[in-house]
């Protein structure tokens, strides 16, 4: 089974700082990792993804995540927020086989003037 | 243009009515999901489906009901709908490897 938790169902960062959304999981299998981003009253979006390969992955928008085997982890971060930032960001995991994704509940990413 | 395209958008229907949601894609994808959106909860997987005429249960698929006669098409059944199934209901679907999802813009049901 797999399972996401991501902590902090609300973060909130100052324009221009540093955006860090956490992002742990569990797989029995390798897992393909997954970060999706969601506007408002819109589906979610493919920011990045980790399959194989580079432990650190480049996504859209200036993000990136980096995969560690050790901590179960796949943070997401950028250096400097921006105002269209703001949106609501889901984690999720693949066990590569079935297809479908396991998601964490979500992390809501307020930016600050 | 290409896509996946939910209809309708919004519903409000009351208990123990039927209601269905419609999904349709352009691009010959073989799998398709069904998430509802649940605030707390994150995506739950309802069903799936692996190709036309092969579906299978996901995390939360009490309650409803699917088909795929069609690889383009994916409805989802509510047989008789319940307040706990008021929900936002995403239609997903992807062509296979370590390709990512294609999500639509939902469908934000209502049961009153």
């Known amino acids: 089974a797999q399972s996401v938790t991501q902590l902090g169902s609300h973060v909130s960062v100052s324009e221009g700082a540093l955006v860090l959304l956490r992002c742990n999981y569990s797989s029995s299998v390798p897992p393909y990792l997954f970060w999706y981003v969601q506007y408002p009253n819109q589906g979610l979006q493919l920011l990045l993804k980790?399959?194989?390969?580079?432990?650190l992955v480049k996504g859209i928008n200036g993000f990136e995540a980096e995969f560690k085997k050790s901590e179960t982890s796949f943070h997401l971060t950028k250096p400097s927020a921006h105002m269209s930032d703001a949106a609501e960001y889901f984690c999720?995991?693949?066990?590569?086989?079935?297809?479908?994704?396991?998601f964490g509940s979500g992390t809501q990413l307020t930016v600050l003037p | 243009d290409a896509g996946i395209t939910q209809s309708p958008r919004y519903k409000i229907t009351e208990t123990g009515r039927q209601v269905t949601l419609m999904c349709h894609q352009t691009w010959s994808h073989s799998y398709m999901f069904w998430y509802r959106q649940d605030l707390g909860h994150g995506l739950r997987l309802i069903y799936y489906?692996?190709?036309?005429?092969?579906?299978d249960k996901g995390e939360v698929p009490d309650g409803y009901v699917v088909s795929r006669s069609k690889t383009e098409n994916f409805p989802l059944t509510l047989e008789s709908a319940t307040r706990s199934q008021t929900s936002v209901y995403f239609c997903a679907s992807v062509t296979g490897g370590n390709s990512p999802l294609h999500f639509g813009n939902g469908t934000r049901l209502t049961v009153t």
């Open positions: 489906s692996a190709a036309a005429d092969i579906t």
């Open positions: 980790y399959t194989t390969g580079a432990t």
């Open positions: 999720a995991v693949s066990d590569s086989y079935k297809r479908q994704l396991t």
